[in-house]
C-alpha cells in the first residue's frame, strides 16, 4: 500500500535554528498538507499546498514557517527561528483528488525545541 | 466561525456498537472525513461522506447530513484494538480538514 514517508523521526534542535522537515508523498497525490500535534492535544492544521503553491493556511503558519515542493518528489516544512512552543509531532499528508477523499498521513517528525 | 463538536470520551465493551456524533460549523464545506489515531501514532483515514446518507467500510460506518450540519461514526462488533481517539474533520472547498478535539473511545472487554 502507498505510504506517506517523512525524514527524520525525530529532531532536536536549539531554540532559534531553523529546521528543516521533509516528507516524499504519495507519488500520484497531487495534495499536500502539513499538520502538527502538540503532546496531549488536537490535531492542528498548518497549511495546504497544491500546484506548486500554497491553497490555504492558519494562522498557525505565520512567516516563521515555509513550504516548498523542490521536486517532484519532495514535500518540506520549514521553521526559520524555532521557538519552545514548536515542539510538537509534525505530520505530512496528501491526497489524491483534493476536498473530496481522505488523506494519507505519514508517521510524524518529532520536533523537540531546546 | 467555525465550530466543531464531538464528545470527548465513550465507553464500550467489546461486541458492543457505538456511535460517536460531531455536529459542524465550517465555510465552504465540502464534505466529512473521520479519522481514526492511536496513542503516539498518525491520523489514519477511516471514511468520507461527500454526500447525505449512510457510507459503510466493514465495521464502520458514517452518516452525513448536510441540512443539520451533523454527521456521525459507526463502529460494530467492537475490538480492543477500536480503543483509540476518533476525529471527525469537515473539509473545505479550498482544501482543508480541519480536525475537531477528538473522542477518546475505551473498549472494555
Known amino acids: 500500500e502507498p505510504e506517506v514517508t517523512q525524514t527524520p523521526s525525530h529532531q532536536v534542535t536549539q531554540m532559534g535554528q531553523e529546521v528543516i522537515l521533509r516528507c516524499v508523498p504519495i507519488s500520484n497525490h497531487l495534495y499536500f498538507y502539513w499538520y502538527r500535534q502538540i503532546l496531549g492535544q488536537k490535531v492542528e492544521f498548518l497549511v495546504s499546498f497544491y500546484n506548486n503553491e500554497i491553497s490555504e493556511k492558519s494562522e498557525i503558519f505565520d512567516d516563521q514557517f515555509s513550504v516548498e515542493r523542490p521536486d517532484g518528489s519532495n514535500f518540506t516544512l520549514k521553521i526559520r527561528s524555532t521557538k519552545l512552543e514548536d515542539s510538537a509531532m509534525y505530520f505530512c499528508a496528501s491526497s489524491g483528488t483534493g476536498a473530496n477523499y481522505g488523506y494519507t498521513f505519514g508517521s510524524g517528525t518529532r520536533l523537540t525545541v531546546v | 466561525g467555525q465550530s466543531l463538536e464531538q464528545p470527548s470520551e465513550v465507553t464500550a465493551v467489546e461486541g458492543a456498537i457505538v456511535q460517536i456524533n460531531c455536529t459542524y460549523q465550517?465555510?465552504?464545506?465540502?464534505?466529512l472525513s473521520w479519522y481514526q489515531q492511536h496513542d503516539g501514532g498518525a491520523p489514519t483515514f477511516l471514511s468520507y461522506n461527500g454526500l447525505d446518507g449512510l457510507e459503510e467500510t466493514g465495521r464502520f460506518s458514517s452518516f452525513l447530513s448536510r441540512s443539520d450540519s451533523y454527521g456521525y461514526l459507526l463502529l460494530q462488533e467492537l475490538q480492543m484494538k477500536d480503543s483509540a481517539s476518533y476525529f471527525c474533520a469537515p473539509n473545505t472547498n479550498a482544501g482543508k480538514s480541519t480536525f475537531g478535539d477528538g473522542t477518546t473511545l475505551t473498549v472494555k472487554p
Open positions: 465550517t465555510s465552504g464545506f465540502y464534505g
